[in-house]
């Protein structure tokens, strides 16, 4: 077995990180026979949406409402006050994101899209121009659905996987300029800017670049609107990369970074450290007025939006664990650890490693398959037969169709997720983990690449079926 690495050298002087906490309840994992996957696999019709998580080892689908709650927030279920209206736990929910984000009124939802959702019916009117920092399935489609066209201003680093660049979710300033131009400031009604940007391998954003885009949105009268959901892994790289910012702490960043911006959707199911949850939170009024009303019709009353009120509680107790400079540099220290293994053993992966997943760079894998032959999809579908380790399709599947000419958008990227839940897995899961994606990298050459025999209309990387060519 090669060098790992915790084998490799300075054995003496070696000073580990360890997560902040210690394990008081476990769940039983069961693994199958390679058989049994390989049913498991094709009843899913290889989508690894598809499969019952009992047919599950390892399961790295996603980072969305798979994390562990701590006691405390176990705790807090018990306090929830579960009146239809004004329960305590939403007052203490608006608080913390007060606290943590600084902006002024909260919007509870069920979820990120729930909130995705209402920002843009309130803002987005029919023929408008959203750009942002690389699309994500949900927020364009809900972008789209309101009558508006995502625009993609991300730097162009972040569409090759091999880029260094630190900052690889930044916006392109210029890419914005040539928008306005283009269509007219009076047609772009916010921009959607993401932290850390999922689709691109959990990449950030810098300080000095959100500072840059206020001051041009600024100019034109353009508001600013944040995809919060893992700003908090972004803001421990800015203390980690960005001048300036290594003495202050993750929550001093983040209260600095949603300053400049107008307001921001949060899929809690993330950063948050619950199960389910979300919220929009805003400084305008107007944005308010119309958001808290239309949240009635299509989530909930204004005070629990989806949630119940103990879901709130542990939310709001969650917001506070998120922020602990501790909980976030072992949360992007085990993502790392999986990261530097792979890299060691020669596994093309997005680099620099992200904060929430590792993201296997399928073309370089497979450069045999063309890629409507669904590289990152055999990928996944590869892994689960390997080991039961289950991974995601980010590629063109992903990507969907144009609606305009209902062809495949084929995105530059075409990756394999490998999402981390927050403090559930070990090192030794890791370790696990890598050396399967190894094996399947070792029998790259034998892939034959898949077909889609199901396509449904919306989102169709959740629902697609797929069998072997
Ligand atoms: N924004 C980002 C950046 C996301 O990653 C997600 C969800 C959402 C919004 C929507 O939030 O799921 O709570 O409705 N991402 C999940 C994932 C599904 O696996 O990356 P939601």
Redesign the pocket.
């Known amino acids: 077995m090669p060098e790992t690495p915790q084998t490799m050298g300075q054995q003496h002087h070696r000073r580990s990180w360890a997560e902040p906490w210690k394990i008081k309840m476990v769940e039983p994992l069961e693994v199958l026979t390679r058989e049994e996957r390989e049913q498991a696999a094709k009843e899913a019709g290889y989508n690894t949406f598809l499969l019952k998580s009992d047919k599950v080892y390892i399961d790295l689908l996603?980072?969305?409402g798979t994390s562990a709650m701590s006691d405390r927030q176990w705790a807090g279920m018990m306090l929830g006050d579960e009146a239809y209206a004004g329960s305590r736990n939403f007052y203490n929910l608006e608080a913390a994101m007060q606290k943590h984000y600084g902006y002024k009124h909260l919007v509870p939802t069920h979820?990120?899209?729930?909130a995705?959702h209402l920002i843009s019916q309130a803002l987005i009117k029919k023929g408008d121009y959203i750009p942002g920092n690389m699309y994500?399935t949900?927020?364009r489609l809900h972008q789209e659905l309101a009558g508006g066209t995502f625009v993609d201003v991300i730097i162009d680093e972040a569409h090759d996987p091999a880029n260094e660049h630190p900052f690889k979710g930044n916006v392109d300033l210029e890419k914005m300029q040539a928008l306005v131009d283009r269509v007219g400031a009076e047609n772009i009604p916010y921009v959607s800017l993401?932290g850390t940007v999922?689709m691109a391998g959990g990449q950030p954003v810098s300080m000095a670049n959100v500072k840059e885009l206020r001051a041009f949105c600024n100019k034109y009268n353009i508001r600013l609107y944040l995809?919060a959901?893992?700003m908090v892994e972004n803001c421990f790289f800015i203390q980690e990369r960005e001048a300036g910012y290594a003495h202050k702490s993750v929550a001093e960043i983040l209260l600095e970074f949603c300053g400049y911006t107008d307001g921001a959707w949060m899929?809690s199911?993330?950063d948050h450290l619950v199960n389910i949850g979300?919220w929009l939170a805003v400084n305008h009024e107007d944005v308010f007025e119309q958001a808290r009303n239309m949240v009635v019709i299509y989530e909930g009353l204004h005070t629990y939006g989806g949630m119940a009120g103990r879901d709130m509680e542990a939310l709001a107790i969650g917001i506070a664990e998120s922020v602990m400079d501790d909980h976030v540099a072992s949360r992007i220290g085990q993502v790392r650890y999986l990261g530097e293994l792979l890299s060691c053993w020669g596994v093309p992966i997005v680099q620099p490693v992200g904060g929430h997943a590792i993201f296997l760079d399928a073309k370089k894998f497979y450069p045999h398959l063309k890629q409507d032959m669904f590289p990152a999809q055999t990928l996944a579908a590869e892994i689960y037969l390997d080991s039961g380790v289950r991974t995601m399709e980010r590629g063109i599947a992903s990507a969907g169709r144009d609606p305009e000419t209902g062809e495949h958008r084929y995105p530059a990227l075409e990756l394999t997720r490998v999402?981390i839940p927050r403090r559930v897995y070990t090192q030794a899961h890791m370790d696990v983990v890598a050396e399967s994606i190894k094996a399947v990298y070792d029998n790259r050459d034998k892939a034959q690449g898949l077909k889609m025999v199901y396509e449904p209309k919306y989102l169709r990387f959740f629902q697609a079926r797929f069998d072997w060519l």
């Not at 979820?111 to 729930?114: C, D, K």
Request: glycine residues 20%; proline residues 0%.
């Open positions: 996603t980072d969305s979820q990120g899209r729930g995705e994500f949900t927020t993401g999922n995809d959901t893992r899929s199911k993330k979300g999402t």
